[in-house]
């Protein structure tokens, strides 16, 4: 599904990710840990494909395909999709407007027509009541004024409309209450099939009692430092990062 | 949720063809000789068959332009207009006036189809559920002359007199004398003289006291020959308390050459009586290295002349390669407001001065400004707007919104507000900011799929969001998607 070989990626004169290998088979969850600053929200970024950043050396393969010729709307349209650790506000939006164009940006790179307003609204109606999310919030522009949570909340509803094969979700447990954690975890291990994958980055074990992963891997310094199953994330809650970051040194 | 509201915002249905209105219909035209003189002023007066005070009217305007100099004041830059090198006057040969459908030329039908403009006058289908589809009123204006005028006796059952200015001038001479040239006399500016001494056609429109007019009334203008220029002239008259809802929209062939498009719009509300005009300017704006296009010099105004008045202006300005135009409320009347809801969309090479003027006379008139430029490619796009209080003027208000957004690093965006008071009791409030679209905006739209165009449209059409739905619901999709394609090419 994914391979990441030997990834380099610079901002600046700065190099973040450092020789970053990684590789996700169809099904799997894998959680990412790590220090604030070790480059998970970069990695994040270069693979939905902002380019601020340069990548130097290694490559990025979605399903044999390497994605980093791709733009990100190609990235987006091929199945990737990417929860934003801060999601941006767009005023004047509606983000029913906004779901509603992002879908049928989707099915038209499907080579399907535009979702027809009946079709849409129930569709809507029933993800948001799963995601606990009220029909007002959605009448909103676009994160604007949306409290941490809701902002959380609105990305996973939008993956859980736009149904990606590939999903990265970048510390999506952040500022969530411990109800709405739950929700979201729901949200997230209702879409977990075969054939999908997700990349969780978190710094917290607790959203991995209920998004529960067949790999844990710690990114220091620009580099998966260690890996392993989900007693890895147990250990790190105990210890910390200490001994990893130092075998990253 | 209301369905309906929400599904107005569909913007990803984007044509591609970047201005699909640049066609040219072959048709026979009768155009007076090149040049501007005396005889051409009195050409155009006998081809309509005026009498004889509106050929010494259009004289005088004449003898004045002859006296003024060009306006150089807006932020606008083009090379110096011929005015003997323009026909002044072109119509197609075998529709001489206005007549019913059924006489105009088939050729002229097809090309009203062609730009989507409805023609034909549906009938409602009685008893039949949500069938009710709302009916628009229809002037059709072919380079000088109208060539149908719709709905006219469904209308003139209620007293409304919808029709050319041409008709209205044969037909209710009365009216017309009393209001034409009261808003904006022959001696207004420039364009405006010019446009009294040589205007071709346009609407007027009529609403008797205590009418709610029963449809929307709108104009299409086209400008289709070459080398000509176009000078409508519209008249509205709202009488004590009625009400009336208009819009009007443009579009011209592309062509390599600029095109002169004057128009003098002059609307009159009497006690308690609201006139709400809404444009949709759609001119060519010429090709992305500013070749060809319309000249855009407009003068619009309004007189609240009555008490508890309310004219309210909303524009939604895509096209021409230069706009200049400051459509404008003279608020005489005690209790009167002025509204002007603007969108500026200025791509390529295109030159906006555009704003508008509140003249507060009466007291506790309160006026209303909400504009959003939006400048992308190589354009310039000024907001200019005066708020003036007169000395009796005493609780007036006026709030000014002015949001400007860039999009790309080669535009520009400006706005110069002028605010005189001689009121010290006035309350005038200026709010004005300038954005651009944020890189990481773009980042999250495009990574949700959209494309960049399609990204730009969705953030721009959000961002004139308040100003969209001053629209009559009829025309809101229609100028979504128009905003859409005014945009392509905006990036990269
Ligand atoms: N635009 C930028 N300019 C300069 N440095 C940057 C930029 N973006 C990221 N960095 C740097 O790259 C490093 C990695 O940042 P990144 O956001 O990927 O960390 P992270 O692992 O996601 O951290 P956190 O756990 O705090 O979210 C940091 O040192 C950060 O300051
Ligand atoms: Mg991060």
């Not at chain 2, 072959?26 to 009498?51: C, F, Q, T, W």
């Not at chain 2, 409602?124 to 109208?146: I, K, N, W």
């Not at chain 2, 809404?278 to 609240?304: H, L």
Request: negative net charge; glycine residues 8%; aromatic residues 8%.
């Amino acid at each position: 599904m994914l391979e990441i070989k030997n990834l380099h990626a610079r901002i600046d004169d700065r190099e973040i990710l450092k020789g970053l290998d990684l590789t996700v088979n169809p099904g799997e969850v894998h959680a990412i840990m790590g220090p604030n600053g070790a480059g998970k929200s970069t990695l994040s970024y270069i693979l939905a494909g902002k380019d601020d950043y340069e990548v130097t050396e290694g490559e990025v393969l979605l399903n044999g395909v390497n994605i980093l010729e791709m733009e990100p709307n190609e990235r987006a349209t091929a199945g990737l999709f990417l929860a934003f650790q801060y999601p941006i506000e767009i005023p004047g939006v509606a983000s029913m407007t906004f779901l509603r164009a992002a879908l049928n940006a989707h099915r038209k790179a499907r080579g399907e027509g535009d979702i027809t307003t009946p079709d849409f609204m129930r569709l809507i109606k029933d993800t948001a009541a799963k995601l606990n999310i009220s029909p007002e919030m959605l009448k909103r522009p676009v994160n604007v004024g949306f409290s941490g949570g809701e902002k959380k909340r609105n990305e996973v509803m939008q993956m859980a409309l736009l149904q990606p094969s590939f999903a990265i979700l970048d510390e999506t447990d952040s500022g969530l209450d411990i109800d709405a954690l739950k929700v979201v975890a729901d949200g997230v291990n209702a879409l977990r099939s075969p054939d999908r994958s997700f990349v969780v980055i978190t710094h917290y074990q607790r959203l991995l009692n209920y998004i529960v992963p067949d790999f844990v891997h710690v990114l220091s310094a620009g580099r998966i430092v260690a890996s392993g199953g989900k007693e890895l994330a147990l250990d790190l809650e105990k210890n910390g990062y200490a001994g990893y970051v130092q075998d990253a040194a | 949720m209301p369905a309906v509201q929400e599904t107005i915002e569909q913007v990803s249905a984007i044509d591609v063809d970047k201005y699909k209105y640049g066609f040219f219909t072959e048709i026979e035209s009768e155009l007076s000789p090149k040049g501007l003189n005396e005889d051409i002023v009195r050409y155009i007066s006998a081809k309509k068959n005026e009498p004889e005070w509106l050929t010494e009217w259009r004289l005088e305007a004449f003898r004045r332009w002859q006296t003024m100099a060009e306006p150089t004041w807006a932020r606008v830059d083009y090379p110096p207009i011929d005015f003997q090198d323009l026909h002044y006057y072109a119509a197609p040969k075998k529709t001489p006036g206005p007549k019913s459908l059924d006489e105009v030329d088939p050729e002229l039908l097809r090309t009203y189809e062609k730009l989507g403009i409805p023609l034909r006058e549906q009938e409602l289908l009685a008893g039949v559920e949500g069938a009710a589809q709302p009916r628009v009123a229809v002037d059709a204006v072919f380079d000088s002359v109208s060539v149908v005028t719709t709905f006219k006796k469904e209308l003139a059952k209620h007293g409304v007199i919808f029709c050319s200015i041409s008709e209205a001038v044969r037909e209710h001479p009365e009216l017309v004398k009393k209001y034409l040239g009261s808003v904006v006399p022959t001696t207004d500016n420039y364009y405006a003289t010019l446009n009294s001494a040589v205007f071709s056609d346009g609407s007027f429109v009529y609403i008797p006291k205590g009418v709610r007019c029963p449809m929307e009334l709108s104009t299409y203008f086209r400008i289709n020959e070459k080398n000509t220029g176009q000078f409508e002239r519209t008249l509205i008259i709202a009488d004590e308390g009625s009400y009336v809802s208009y819009l009007e929209g443009c579009t011209a062939p592309s062509r390599d050459e600029n095109q002169l498009h004057a128009a003098v719009v002059e609307l009159v509300a009497l006690d308690d009586a609201e006139i709400k005009y809404s444009t949709v300017q759609n001119w060519y704006p010429g090709d992305a290295e500013g070749k060809g296009g319309i000249y855009n010099f407009v003068t619009k105004r309004g007189d609240c002349r009555g008490r508890n008045s309310k004219i309210s202006w909303t524009q939604v300005e895509t096209g021409s390669a230069i706009t200049w135009k400051y459509p404008s409320c003279i608020l005489r009347g005690d209790n009167s407001r002025g509204e002007f809801y603007s969108i500026a969309i200025s791509n390529g090479k295109q030159q906006v001065d555009s704003g508008t003027k509140m003249i507060h006379l009466g007291k506790n008139t309160t006026s209303k400004i909400i504009s959003k430029g939006i400048a992308a490619g190589k354009s310039d796009n000024t907001y200019r707007g005066l708020v003036q209080i007169g000395r009796k003027a005493t609780g007036a208000r006026n709030f000014t919104n002015c949001d400007s957004l860039l999009i790309g690093n080669k535009c520009g965006a400006h706005t110069v507000p002028y605010i005189e008071s001689k009121n010290a009791s006035a309350v005038v409030e200026h709010e004005a900011t300038t954005s651009k679209i944020s890189d990481d905006q773009m980042f999250y739209c495009l990574s949700r799929g959209l494309g960049e165009e399609e990204a730009i449209a969705l953030i721009v059409n959000g961002f004139v969001r308040d100003v969209l739905q001053q629209l009559p619901m009829e025309f809101m999709v229609e100028t979504q998607k128009l905003i859409g394609i005014s945009l392509e090419g905006s990036v990269g």
